[in-house]
């Protein structure tokens, strides 16, 4: 229970106070005017002196009312203060939904980058037309060197296009056309190039190719009486494929066996191998060959051939007008950077790569994309290569 006391100048006005304070529950338990003790309160204008009371129920409902009150009151205080969180919140929003709109857009142009990249990786080789003395293009003539510049200035530009650009101006004939024989004598073709770059070997796998694959009649002639068991080789592969075999030592002995054989579809002639720069050796197979007019010369080289040297074997054996090229080797041939120059002087396409010592598997019609990944593994990678083996 609450009991207190109120002095004022009327009951009147006392009462509205107890109300107001202790709410309509309370009870005034008594009253009286002021006398002599009074003095001090009439001095103080009050004349008359209330005992009020309020039982613990009121009591409580007072501190709900009072607690109602003062929520009401906090909250008028802290309402401008929610107005402004409130606002700050919606800014905030306002940000975010902003943000968002801005990553959706980032999020789209990077994925049409990626989706580019995928389409043509960005070039990773930076290359000058210039004619700078080492580099990753140094090694291709000036003109081909250009036009991949070229290539690599063309917006999304990537290796394909470089390596496409470059194929486009190597000559390969995708293998020899070998014909059935039409009445008008066999399809004949020799072998020429310097020693040890395959010639024995890549003609046999041309002959195992016609006979096995083309089911032609095939004939192998040797010239190479120079080196001994030389022809052995070759016999043995004749055996092996049931083909005509002969050895010659002169142009009036080739002339007599191609007469013989001239029922054959297609005849395979294998020389002596001769060093380049041996012009003697040289002309010994050019003036043998003389008597074969309707030989085609096949110059053998190996893929990776010196620019040097490329150009010395161009010069020997391009007196016997080669109507074409073997490039040999190319599965040991990491670096090929005499190839661009041989190509370019010799002028005639590539029919054939061998790429391994296996008779007949390792040949292959050439194709320009894979010699131009030969010239250039940094655009594409030497598909002749085998991987390495595990150390
Ligand atoms: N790795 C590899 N070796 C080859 C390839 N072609 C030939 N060879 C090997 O090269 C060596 C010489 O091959 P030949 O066919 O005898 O070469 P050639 O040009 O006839 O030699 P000469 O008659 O002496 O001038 C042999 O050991 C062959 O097995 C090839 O494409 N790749
Ligand atoms: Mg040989």
């Not at 203060?81 to 306002?94: A, P």
């Not at 029922?263 to 002639?269: A, E, S, T, Y």
Request: net charge negative; glycine share 8%; aromatic share 4%.
């Amino acid at each position: 229970m609450i009991v207190r006391r109120y002095r004022g100048k009327s009951l009147e006005s006392l009462r509205e106070t107890v109300q107001r304070e202790l709410g309509e529950g309370a009870v005034i338990v008594s009253s009286r005017k002021l006398g002599a003790e009074g003095l001090m309160g009439k001095i103080a204008g009050a004349e008359f002196e209330v005992v009020a009371a309020l039982d613990d129920a009121s009591a409580e409902e007072l501190d709900d009312s009072r607690q109602e009150a003062l929520v009401e009151k906090v909250a008028g205080a802290v309402k401008p203060q929610v107005m402004s969180i409130r606002r700050e919140i919606k800014m905030q929003d306002d940000k975010l939904v902003d943000l968002e709109e801005k990553m959706a857009t980032m999020c789209d142009q990077l994925s049409r980058i990626e989706k580019r990249s995928h389409q043509a990786p960005a070039p990773v080789i930076s290359i000058s037309s210039g004619g700078e003395a080492k580099g990753p293009f140094s090694h291709l003539p000036a003109e081909w060197r250009e036009a991949l510049v070229a290539a690599a200035r063309v917006p999304g530009a990537g290796p394909t296009q470089l390596l496409d650009s470059l194929a486009s101006r190597l000559s390969a004939a995708d293998g020899i056309l070998f014909r059935r024989n039409s009445g008008e004598g066999p399809d004949v073709f020799a072998l020429v190039g310097p020693t040890g770059v395959g010639k024995t070997t890549t003609l046999a796998k041309l002959a195992a190719f016609a006979t096995l694959r083309r089911k032609l009649s095939c004939a192998l002639i040797t010239l190479d009486t120079f080196r001994v068991g030389g022809a052995d080789q070759l016999r043995e592969y004749a055996r092996l494929l049931g083909a005509d075999f002969s050895v010659v030592f002169s142009g009036d002995e080739l002339r007599r066996q191609l007469d013989r054989v001239k029922d054959r579809d297609v005849v395979f002639i294998d020389t002596q191998g001769r060093a380049s720069r041996d012009r003697a050796g040289v002309e010994t197979v050019c003036k043998i060959l003389a008597t074969a007019p309707e030989c085609t010369p096949v110059l053998t080289l190996p893929a990776n051939i010196r620019a040097g040297d490329a150009q010395q074997a161009l010069k020997a054996w391009g007196r016997l007008d080669p109507a074409c090229l073997i490039l040999t080797k190319a599965d040991e041939s990491g670096c090929c950077d005499g190839l661009p120059s041989l190509l370019q002087q010799a002028a005639i396409p590539v029919v054939y790569i061998t790429h391994g010592q296996r008779v007949p598997e390792d040949l292959q019609p050439a194709r320009a994309e894979s010699l131009a990944a030969m010239i250039c593994p940094e655009l594409a990678p030497n598909p002749f290569l085998p991987a390495e083996n595990p150390e």
